[in-house]
Structure formats: structure tokens, C-alpha cells
Antibody
Framework: QVQLAQSGAEVKKPGASVKVSCKAS????????ISWVRQAPGQGLEWMGW????????NYAQKFQGRVTVTTDTSTNTAYLEVRSLRYDDTAVYYC????????????????WGQGTLVTVSS | DIQMTQSPSSLSASVGDRVTITCQAS??????LNWYQQKPGKAPKLLIY???NLAIGVPSRFSGSGSGTHFTFTISSLQPEDIATYYC?????????FGGGTKVEI
């Protein structure tokens, strides 16, 4: 079964870092790009960044440049999102989402999503 | 960044009603517009891509239209399982951006 399984909920203090994982099963992670999208409580969806198939390149929303890193580990078929210098307004559910088309040169839309990981930033 | 403005932000309708949601882009995006459905506590689900193409397995009561800056999403006959929040999303330019969402209630 093709799916993305994300790591569990995290509680972090302001200024800390968090690394969320997204393990692909039923397909080879490196054949599709992966985006990360977050959703603050009761709010809409916000695209954060993307890593291409085969890790050729990355693209980040300007808002997150320098504070967010998206990586993949082909040996474990897992994608990661790291967010540094956490702030209270980073409290959100973070989703990984797979490109609709394999080998895309940029993100377009998403046909497969992880279940989401709640990251709570609290002192 | 391209701003996506959805309206209304919420609506209440009856089973069997025709429901229409609009999405306006801050600049022309050709037909690079998608629609997602999100049920409470769940990840979004792609319903429509490229403004009017139905994703695999999506019931035909869902449809989309439009181009340029103005887009429409329609549920031809609202069903109880359609209770959700609907989002438009543009991919003409990076960063990808979403509309603010429309909550559909019965």
C-alpha cells in the first residue's frame, strides 16, 4: 500500500529545533518530490518547501528560508523537515505531501499526504 | 507571492443543494489551479487539478471551472459526506499558495 507515515507529536520550547520524519512505503521515495505543508490551529494551509526527486534540488518559501531544511534519506525511504529557532507561531500540524507526477522539476499538486504531525511550541 | 482569495469563508446548505465556491487569484494563473477537500483531523485530499480535471476516484458531482484570475468549484448535489473545508491552490508561481478555505456545513 502506497502511503506516507509521519512521526509522532512533538512539544518543543521556543528557540529549539524539531525534525519531523515522513516514511514512504509502497514506492521508492526518490522517484517523487516531497513538499511540506503546515496548518496552524484553526487556520489554512501554508506551503513551506520542497525537495525534488533524487534530491536534485530544493525550493523554500521565502518566509522559511534559512530556518527550514528538507532532506531525504534514500536508505530508509524517509523524508525529513527540520525547523530551527522555533517560535510560538510555529505551533501547527506539519504534513508531508508527494508530488502528483514522478520526476517533476518543481512542485505542482499533491496526490498523497502523510497523516500530519502536531508540533507544539510551548515554554 | 500570488494571493488566493476564496469566498465565502463558510456556508450552510442542505443535502441535495448545489454549492459553489469561488477563488480569485491576485494575478493571472492560466489554469494552474487545484482544489482540495479537508475533513476535520485529516490531511487534505486532491479533488480537482488544472482547474477542471477530476482526480482519480473523485465523484462526478464535484467540478471546477475558470481560468486567469477567477475560478469556481461546484458540488452539484451536496451529500452528507461532503462536509469539509475546501481549499484552492495555485501552482503558477512558487511559492505555492492556498486560499483561506471554505467551510461547508449542513
Amino acid at each position: 500500500q502506497v502511503q506516507l507515515a509521519q512521526s509522532g507529536a512533538e512539544v518543543k520550547k521556543p528557540g529549539a529545533s524539531v525534525k519531523v520524519s515522513c516514511k514512504a512505503s509502497g514506492y521508492t521515495l526518490s522517484t517523487y518530490g516531497i513538499s511540506w505543508v503546515r496548518q496552524a490551529p484553526g487556520q489554512g494551509l501554508e506551503w513551506m518547501g520542497w525537495i525534488s526527486a533524487r534530491n536534485v534540488n530544493t525550493n523554500y518559501a521565502q518566509k522559511f528560508q534559512g530556518r527550514v531544511t528538507v532532506t531525504t534519506d534514500t536508505s530508509t525511504n524517509t523524508a525529513y523537515l527540520e525547523v530551527r529557532s522555533l517560535r510560538y507561531d510555529d505551533t501547527a500540524v506539519y504534513y508531508c505531501a508527494r508530488d502528483y507526477f514522478d520526476g517533476s522539476s518543481r512542485p505542482y499538486y499533491f496526490g498523497l499526504w502523510g497523516q500530519g504531525t502536531l508540533v507544539t511550541v510551548s515554554s | 507571492d500570488i494571493q488566493m482569495t476564496q469566498s465565502p469563508s463558510s456556508l450552510s446548505a442542505s443535502v441535495g443543494d448545489r454549492v459553489t465556491i469561488t477563488c480569485q487569484a491576485s494575478k493571472g494563473i492560466t489554469n494552474y489551479l487545484n482544489w482540495y477537500q479537508q475533513k476535520p483531523g485529516k490531511a487534505p485530499k486532491l479533488l480537482i487539478y488544472d482547474a477542471f480535471n477530476l482526480a482519480i476516484g473523485v465523484p462526478s458531482r464535484f467540478s471546477g471551472s475558470g481560468s486567469g484570475t477567477h475560478f469556481t468549484f461546484t458540488i452539484s448535489s451536496l451529500q452528507p459526506e461532503d462536509i469539509a473545508t475546501y481549499y484552492c491552490q495555485q501552482y503558477d508561481n512558487l511559492p505555492l499558495t492556498f486560499g483561506g478555505g471554505t467551510k461547508v456545513e449542513i
